[in-house]
């Protein structure tokens, strides 16, 4: 992946209406990079894509293309093209028509249109269809055939609009595959919006996670994965049993009261933390002293694995594992070091990671118990 920047977002708030939808956004974007938006409705994705394809224009910020500043650029003079959810196609031209379009407006040579168009089609796996009407193509099919409309002008950057979401489970699987692959054939940056974490996760280089118009966190998809910044990127990105915690020292939490050797370090000594743990990475064991320990509450069979909710002191956790546990089972957890990642306090503490409505009990735990039941703790390895 070539390191140059292609585009820069800098301190870019956004208002409507006097409502702010992004509040003070930098972002960076590599030549060739797939780029995703990633967060849920409202958070201000679409309308970052919008100003960066110029669409929209930031109430205040800057927007960076290849270093010269194009926030009054229109839409038509950057070398950026969109396709959205909806694909816009035009139902009176067959595909070959459909993706030409763009080339006859350039008036384009009739040779090259040809030689660009069948190229496209056979990237986007449609040999044969250049005579199809475009009402007969599967959603897929047309989603294939708007993005090769788009790529076809040779755009440095193609702006793609949640356009899976239209498609069934198994085409939009099929079709993150194929993006990825056109992505990298062409060599042409992607930027992506989504609220579809697998889709994120599957095909991006860096992912770009929003709330409320914010940047909660910027890395690669195992970044985000495996070292989450707040309780919202640890329960936005897959299923994360969330737990307040005590940092007692480098290296060692305490949660309910059970000391956890863990890989973070850098806290204050006693700082409230929030402790992520995945629901894969915990390991059942018998029940004792020696253990945190709960009862099983729900049991969901998902194929591969089993999905138990256990109820450890009022909180409820969620553990994935392939061996069946009933429901009014006690169970043990063991926890090792790599399985805990450590978290400051954020405002969004509190909100996630407990697989109950509401767990009374839980909200009665006070922190000062925890930590008088520290001093006498064993640690767990």
Same mark, same amino acid.
């Given at each position: 992946?070539?390191?140059?920047?292609?585009?820069?977002?800098?301190?870019?708030?956004?208002?409507?209406?006097?409502?702010?939808?992004?509040?003070?956004?930098?972002?960076?974007? !590599?030549?060739? +990079?797939?780029?995703?938006?990633?967060?849920?409705?409202?958070? %201000?994705?679409?309308?970052?894509?919008?100003?960066?394809?110029?669409?929209?224009?930031?109430?205040? %910020?800057?927007?960076?293309?290849?270093?010269?500043?194009?926030?009054?650029?229109?839409?038509?003079?950057?070398?950026?093209?969109?396709?959205?959810?909806?694909?816009?196609?035009?139902?009176?031209?067959?595909?070959?028509?459909?993706?030409?379009?763009?080339?006859?407006?350039? !008036?384009?040579?009739?040779?090259?249109?040809?030689?660009?168009?069948? +190229? /496209?089609?056979?990237?986007?796996?449609?040999?044969?269809?250049? =005579?199809?009407?475009?009402?007969?193509?599967?959603?897929?099919?047309?989603?294939?055939?708007?993005?090769?409309?788009?790529?076809?002008?040779?755009?440095? /950057?193609?702006?793609?609009?949640? $356009?899976?979401?239209?498609?069934?489970?198994?085409?939009? !699987? @099929? /079709?993150?595959?194929?993006?990825?692959?056109?992505?990298?054939? *062409?060599?042409?940056?992607?930027?992506?919006?989504?609220?579809?974490?697998?889709?994120?996760?599957?095909?991006?280089?860096?992912?770009?996670? *929003?709330?409320?118009?914010?940047?909660?966190?910027?890395?690669?998809?195992?970044?985000?994965?495996?070292?989450?910044?707040?309780?919202?990127?640890? @329960?936005?990105?897959?299923?994360?049993?969330?737990?307040?915690?005590? /940092?007692?020292?480098?290296?060692?939490?305490?949660?309910?009261?059970?000391?956890?050797?863990?890989? @973070?370090?850098?806290?204050?000594?006693?700082?409230?933390?929030?402790?992520?743990?995945? $629901?894969?990475?915990?390991?059942?064991?018998?029940?004792?002293?020696?253990?945190?320990?709960?009862?099983?509450?729900?049991?969901?069979?998902? %194929?591969?694995?089993?999905?138990?909710?256990?109820?450890? !002191?009022?909180?409820?956790?969620?553990?994935?594992?392939?061996?069946?546990?009933?429901?009014?089972?006690?169970?043990?957890?063991?926890?090792?070091?790599?399985?805990?990642?450590?978290? =400051?306090?954020?405002?969004?503490?509190?909100?996630? %990671? @407990?697989?109950?409505?509401?767990?009374?009990?839980?909200?009665?735990?006070?922190?000062?118990?925890?930590?008088?039941?520290?001093?006498?703790?064993?640690?767990?390895?």
């Amino acid at each position: 992946m070539a390191n140059s920047e292609i585009v820069r977002l800098e301190n870019i708030h956004k208002e409507f209406d006097g409502e702010t939808v992004l509040d003070n956004i930098n972002l960076s974007i !590599k030549d060739k +990079e797939f780029v995703t938006l990633l967060g849920p409705s409202g958070c %201000g994705k679409t309308t970052t894509l919008r100003i960066i394809a110029g669409f929209e224009t930031p109430t205040s %910020g800057n927007v960076f293309f290849f270093g010269e500043k194009i926030n009054d650029v229109p839409p038509y003079k950057r070398e950026v093209n969109t396709v959205f959810q909806r694909y816009a196609l035009f139902p009176h031209l067959n595909v070959f028509e459909n993706i030409a379009f763009g080339l006859r407006l350039k !008036k384009v040579p009739e040779k090259e249109i040809r030689d660009k168009v069948f +190229e /496209m089609l056979k990237l986007i796996n449609l040999n044969g269809f250049a =005579k199809r009407n475009v009402n007969s193509l599967s959603g897929g099919q047309q989603q294939r055939v708007a993005i090769a409309r788009a790529l076809v002008n040779s755009p440095r /950057m193609l702006l793609l609009d949640e $356009p899976l979401g239209a498609l069934d489970l198994k085409l939009r !699987k @099929d /079709m993150q595959v194929e993006l990825k692959n056109i992505q990298q054939q *062409m060599g042409v940056t992607f930027v992506y919006v989504t609220h579809d974490q697998e889709e994120a996760l599957s095909m991006s280089d860096t992912v770009v996670v *929003m709330d409320n118009g914010v940047i909660q966190q910027i890395g690669t998809p195992q970044d985000i994965y495996n070292e989450p910044q707040n309780a919202f990127v640890a @329960d936005f990105i897959g299923e994360s049993n969330i737990i307040d915690g005590i /940092m007692l020292d480098d290296y060692l939490v305490s949660i309910f009261g059970y000391k956890f050797k863990c890989l @973070d370090s850098g806290f204050e000594k006693k700082e409230p933390v929030d402790v992520v743990i995945r $629901p894969e990475d915990i390991d059942i064991v018998r029940a004792d002293s020696g253990h945190l320990s709960g009862v099983v509450t729900n049991v969901t069979f998902k %194929g591969v694995h089993y999905e138990i909710i256990v109820d450890v !002191k009022g909180f409820k956790w969620m553990i994935q594992t392939t061996d069946f546990h009933a429901p009014g089972d006690e169970i043990g957890i063991k926890l090792n070091p790599d399985d805990i990642h450590i978290m =400051k306090k954020s405002e969004y503490s509190g909100k996630f %990671g @407990d697989y109950s409505s509401y767990s009374e009990e839980y909200d009665k735990l006070d922190d000062a118990t925890i930590l008088n039941d520290d001093s006498d703790a064993e640690v767990i390895d």
